[in-house]
């Protein structure tokens, strides 16, 4: 009875010498492997191969996005910035942390992340393992320690056997809490937008839709009469370009973005391009969640660009529908057709998903 012995010390729970081989080797058992279902446009994701997809990790991570228990004060959750109604954003411009204290970023929205390898504004998190981190031990987010958490969940009823399935110990540790978190935010996959759709010759656009469509990924060369927007420089293909620049938005840099990470004062300013899908649901923009509307952003990349701010991207300055324009001077109407267009990104099914929402601990 070596295992039964063995068991005794692994888990922690008061019945544990009673159990039999049979009884301890079910609560030993390895997870169940994870299938990720994701469009064949795209290639597998990169998952770190100490933290596999499981059904168990899976759940486990989706309970742990939504538990208060990862603040200081037990008051908020990954759940109550990342907010599923609004594309996994927070729906306004800072969100407030556990102390009421508002941020200085705007919350980023969460689909297809699994492909993404710069997962915050800065790019200082490279891994969603790392990112998961970040909130947690932000003082003006969640303001407490992963230590401090796992100490937490280990006194609860729920959280060892939940651990104990997922990881094959009932001890929770950080490094287990980071995994669990980014395996679920792994299974956040946006595919099914109308424009999704098209592409798979399974929708239409509108006659407007079209034209912003064009728009969207037309170059202007206006010594040849050729409008556009040359939106598609910066935001290709269905996920993030993984891009950082630095699009005018300020004369004079308020906060530094890339340049804080890497230290070269040739990054400051410049911030990750982030994906267009659920945009419309996504509001408020930018990094600092300046720009309340679509409208707003189309309204600043057409006339207010600062041309002045250091380490602009030269894209800014040399598109433009005007010669030798400073600014992209689309018409009012060119502008309405590329937000309709811009629409067309939303996925109400992955909005309204009961497989990322909330769930009850057992």
């Not at 993404?116 to 970040?134: C, H, M, V, Y």
């Not at 929770?172 to 395996?183: F, G, H, L, R, S």
């Not at 030798?324 to 309405?336: I, R, S």
Request: hydrophobic share 35%; net charge negative.
């Amino acid at each position: 009875m070596k295992l039964a012995k063995w068991g005794c010390v692994i888990l922690f729970l008061s019945s544990a010498c009673q159990k039999t081989d049979k009884e301890i080797g079910e609560i030993l058992k390895d997870p169940t492997p994870y299938t990720l279902v994701y469009p064949a446009t795209l290639a597998p994701p990169t998952v770190p191969a100490d933290n596999p997809l499981t059904e168990e990790g899976v759940k486990l991570g989706r309970i742990l996005f939504y538990e208060k228990k990862l603040s200081a004060k037990g008051n908020i959750s990954c759940g109550s910035c990342h907010i599923q109604k609004f594309a996994f954003s927070s729906g306004t411009a800072l969100s407030e942390g556990t102390d009421g204290l508002k941020g200085t970023r705007n919350t980023m929205h969460l689909a297809n992340i699994a492909w993404d390898s710069n997962l915050t504004w800065d790019g200082s998190a490279k891994t969603l393992e790392e990112q998961a981190r970040i909130p947690i031990t932000n003082h003006l987010e969640m303001n407490t320690s992963l230590d401090q958490v796992a100490a937490k969940l280990q006194q609860t009823d729920a959280y060892p056997k939940l651990f104990m399935d997922a990881f094959k110990s009932p001890v929770v540790t950080p490094e287990n809490i980071q995994k669990a978190i980014a395996q679920f935010e792994r299974t956040l996959i946006s595919s099914n937008s109308r424009l999704d759709r098209y592409l798979r010759n399974q929708a239409t656009l509108t006659a407007e839709e079209l034209e912003g469509m064009k728009l969207f990924m037309t170059t202007p060369v206006p010594e040849q009469g050729i409008r556009g927007g040359n939106c598609v420089t910066c935001h290709t293909g269905a996920l993030s370009g993984h891009k950082f620049t630095n699009i005018g938005l300020e004369e004079h840099i308020t906060d530094k973005g890339l340049g804080l990470v890497t230290g070269n004062i040739t990054d400051n300013g410049k911030f990750k391009v982030p994906s267009l899908q659920n945009i419309a649901l996504t509001a408020p923009y930018m990094h600092d969640g300046r720009f309340k509307t679509l409208e707003e952003v189309l309204d600043f990349y057409n006339e207010h660009v600062q041309v002045n701010s250091p380490n602009i991207d030269t894209i800014m300055l040399q598109t433009s529908n005007e010669v030798n324009g400073k600014t992209l001077k689309l018409t009012e109407t060119e502008k309405a057709k590329i937000i309709k267009f811009l629409f067309t990104f939303t996925d109400s099914s992955f909005v309204n998903d009961t497989r990322y929402s909330p769930i009850d601990l057992e």
